[in-house]
């Protein structure tokens, strides 16, 4: 049914139904719907980009800035009201306490012009932290997969959560649930891992945080984003139904159902034609029908647009705008453009139903009333705005655990950790670079450096921290992180050669489309290291000094045999503010490494990377002059200590060997366990990894993938039992005509240091019937960690404490 209220029908009951905060969000909707005209609806279906005012005035000012010559004016825009703002903090350096005041200023005014009084969702960007001048910088979802702990990621992100709530923000666009499928991307930095069970438990947790805090956490991006054709931002995907159901979708299915997300964000991308922001099946059948999401859908940045201008699928805004709405696409981001004054006239002219407005503005509506941005006595002002800080000590000691934890040591000859009173040349272009250490979503990095700001915060770099250990130390840079002036190569190479270690710090920049080496748009033709870093690499090894190579980078590189005279190997991850103090303790050993790989390194740069979940074909191969082994597999990673594994088994039986296998029904659990023992002299972390081996399947698997895992620290002798309980579901897969099914037969369960390194087998046989499963399938495998002399512990797979 059309609207036919006029435009301007004076001012809204302020004792109406929809102000009620005791009524359900969903019957306040109902209720405020038919009170308002098309102009008013629309209105909260688009979000304005303006950018906060430094002086605490308002936003109004910058409006200019970030629309174009012909757009509306501030006034006109917030007429009718206004469904978001975009991004008040992440465009421009803004003093916190200023920020949030100029917030205020600008909700004051959306409320007063508009009839119902209703404030905008305001939301922000916050993959490595509240994408705000002065906010606390965590390292990149990569980072965060290299630790293999959700509940340090879910702490990390309920600190997020807070600072940005107190901020006046409502929504974050993260986590990135996309599974790195090619490291040439540019946004691999932004993913957490290649593998969907890593990914979606981690993610999960961060979800939970985020929404614990009170803030909506948008899931991104929905969905095959990180699968284009050639590693290219913004590409085609090549992809069957089996690939985006077994490895893209599960982390989404995860993250909404463990973790409790209420927003979506589309992919950019187009999968067999069809894009994503068109897709009614994706954002439709398949997100709310099947799997019952009530949540919104937000538009990625333009893709409403793209429709038209990059997909060729619209003849001009409207057409795109109707796509986007019957594909199930709410709010428009980032600023009005598809969803504006072309879209009211094509309703009325009867070009697009009303119906389609009214579904998705119930959805806004709803998340705005659990927001209480429709009740009467909502206030834009934080209550201590003066106090208001997005870095303080506590956010800073997350950084730093968690950065320590995604450091990861893949080789090492001995030489690690350095002692005190050995000569230490530093080389490389990313030793004494503060940005180094930040990813392509951090305010620096993604709003850009203002000289006359500065960085806002405090970054050491790894020079700045290594030289409190070893106040001895040389640097030189050798080259640049990009261009091809070898000039500094002969100075690095004599700092080496008169060095007792040279620790040897190559990289990335990150950056936005084409600023850097990493990030969004900056993708890579193949995994050698940018510039001539791998010149400068190559003459530093050749002088005969031993050499730790640190890698500091967003993706993988290749590393064959050309690195291998190198006595250590480092690789981290973009590891955030206080990545330089955590390299520093793990060099020096004052941190016992603990990372694990979250994405395979390979070992050829130009061949196409593929990532280790393959089936035997895409292995090594007698019939292919191309060998695809990796130089170092995915969950690798190595300390300064020992581990034994032994006992490995299912309890209480006496089967369960690598030859008699024990049954596992297709509808129930099994329960393996593991004793891990330090058998160094120091403490130390190992990461237990379960994987599933499927050998016979009526369709190819992975010849293993990940199905649980458990960081444990043990003291120097210590011993625990890590106990898996493993649903069957977690075995499920997409079968021969499209079902997601439980099938019976011969499995393995392989406790692995890796995906490549198996410990331990226990055979196990799936009985039963063939079962078909769905959305409300079991996720998770529980692990337990149980200690002589500690409590049991639940480590990962808990469900969500709501």
């Known amino acids: 049914m059309r609207s036919q209220l006029p435009v301007d029908t004076g001012p809204a009951s302020g004792d109406a139904a929809w102000r009620d905060p005791q009524l359900p969000p969903t019957d306040r909707a109902d209720a405020l719907i038919p009170l308002m005209s098309l102009e008013e609806k629309v209105a909260q279906l ?358 320590r934890q995604s450091v990861v040591l893949l080789r090492n000859d001995g030489l690690l950790p350095l002692r005190s009173g050995l000569r230490v040349a530093l080389v490389g272009p990313v030793a004494d670079d503060p940005t180094a250490l930040l990813g392509c979503y951090s305010f620096p990095n993604h709003v850009g450096v203002h000289p006359e700001y500065g960085l806002g915060l405090e970054i050491p770099s790894l020079r700045d921290e290594l030289v409190r250990f070893l106040p001895d130390l040389v640097h030189r840079p050798g080259c640049a992180v990009t261009g091809d002036d070898t000039t500094g190569i002969d100075a690095a190479v004599e700092a080496a050669r008169a060095a007792d270690v040279c620790v040897l710090a190559v990289g990335d920049r990150a950056g936005m489309f084409g600023r850097g080496t990493s990030g969004e748009g900056c993708d890579a033709e193949d995994l050698r290291l940018p510039g001539v870093q791998a010149d400068l690499a190559r003459a530093v090894l050749a002088t005969g000094t031993p050499v730790v190579l640190v890698l500091m980078t967003g993706r993988p590189y290749a590393l064959g045999p050309e690195f291998d005279g190198a006595a250590a190997v480092v690789q981290a991850f973009f590891l955030g503010q206080r990545g330089g103090q955590a390299l520093a303790e793990v060099l020096t050993g004052a941190v016992d490494p603990s990372g694990r790989l979250p994405v395979s390194v390979p070992r050829t740069a130009g061949g196409l990377p593929g990532t280790y979940l393959s089936p035997p074909l895409g292995r090594r191969s007698e019939v292919s002059s191309v060998d695809p082994t990796a130089a170092y597999p995915f969950g690798h990673g190595i300390g300064y200590t020992t581990f034994e594994w032994t006992d490995a088994g299912v309890p209480d039986a006496v089967q369960g060997t690598s030859t008699v296998p024990v049954d596992w029904p297709v509808d129930g659990e099994t329960t393996v366990r593991i004793t891990v023992r330090n058998t160094g002299l120091r403490a130390g972390t190992e990461v237990v990894q379960l994987y599933l081996h499927d050998p016979v399947a009526q369709t190819t698997r992975p010849v293993v993938r990940l199905v649980g895992y458990a960081r444990v620290p043990l003291d120097p002798g210590a011993a625990a039992d890590v106990t898996f309980r493993v649903p069957a579901d977690v075995a499920s897969f997409t079968g021969r005509d499209g079902r997601r099914i439980v099938e019976p037969g011969d499995v393995q369960l392989r406790f692995g240091r890796s995906s490549g390194e198996a410990s331990a087998t226990v055979s196990l046989r799936l009985a039963g019937a063939e079962r078909q499963v769905g959305h409300d399938r079991e996720l998770l495998t529980t692990v337990t960690v149980d200690r002589a002399d500690v409590a049991p512990t639940v480590t990962v797979g808990s469900e969500p404490r709501r």
């Open 46 to 403: 688009v979000g304005v980009w303006v950018g906060a005012d430094a002086s605490g005035e308002g936003v109004a000012p910058h409006q200019a800035d970030m629309l174009a010559d012909d757009a509306p004016q501030w006034s006109e825009l917030i007429r009718y009201g206004l469904g978001q703002l975009t991004r008040p903090f992440g465009s421009a350096p803004v003093d916190p306490v200023q920020g949030a005041r100029s917030l205020a200023a600008s909700q004051a005014q959306i409320v007063a012009a508009n009839r119902f009084g209703i404030p905008a969702q305001v939301h922000e960007e916050c993959l490595t932290g509240f994408a705000a001048w002065r906010a606390t910088v965590y390292p990149t979802p990569l980072g965060w997969g290299a630790a293999f702990d959700p509940d340090l990621v879910e702490e990390m992100a309920g600190r997020i959560g807070r600072s940005m709530r107190a901020a006046g923000v409502h929504q974050g666009l993260a986590p990135v649930l996309d599974v790195t499928r090619d490291y040439r991307w540019g946004r691999t930095e932004e993913t957490i891992g290649e593998d969907p069970y890593l990914v979606g438990t981690t993610g999960a947790a961060y979800v939970r945080g985020l929404e614990r805090a009170g803030i909506v956490a948008t899931l991104k991006h929905f969905a095959g984003y990180s699968a284009s054709r050639g590693g290219r931002n913004l590409a085609p995907v090549s992809m069957g139904p089996r690939e985006l159901a077994d490895v893209v979708l599960p982390p989404f299915e995860m993250a909404l159902r463990l973790g409790g997300a209420r927003s979506v964000m589309n992919s950019y991308t187009e999968i067999d034609g069809l894009p994503s922001a068109a897709d009614e099946g994706l954002l439709t059948g398949l997100l709310r029908d099947r799997w019952g999401f009530t949540g919104t859908v937000v538009a990625d940045y333009f893709s409403v647009r793209f429709l038209q201008t990059v997909h060729g699928v619209a003849a001009d805004g409207t057409d795109a705008a109707r796509l986007a709405l019957r594909a199930g696409i709410d709010v428009e981001l980032p600023t009005v453009d598809a969803f504006g004054p072309g879209l009211v006239a094509a309703v009325r002219a009867g070009r697009v139903d009303e119906a389609l407005i009214d579904r998705a503005l119930r959805r806004v509506l709803v998340q705005k009333a659990e927001l209480g941005l429709l009740d009467e006595d909502w206030q834009g002002l934080p209550t201590d705005v003066d106090g208001l800080r997005f870095d303080d000590e506590s956010g800073r000691d997350v950084a730093l655990r968690l950065a």
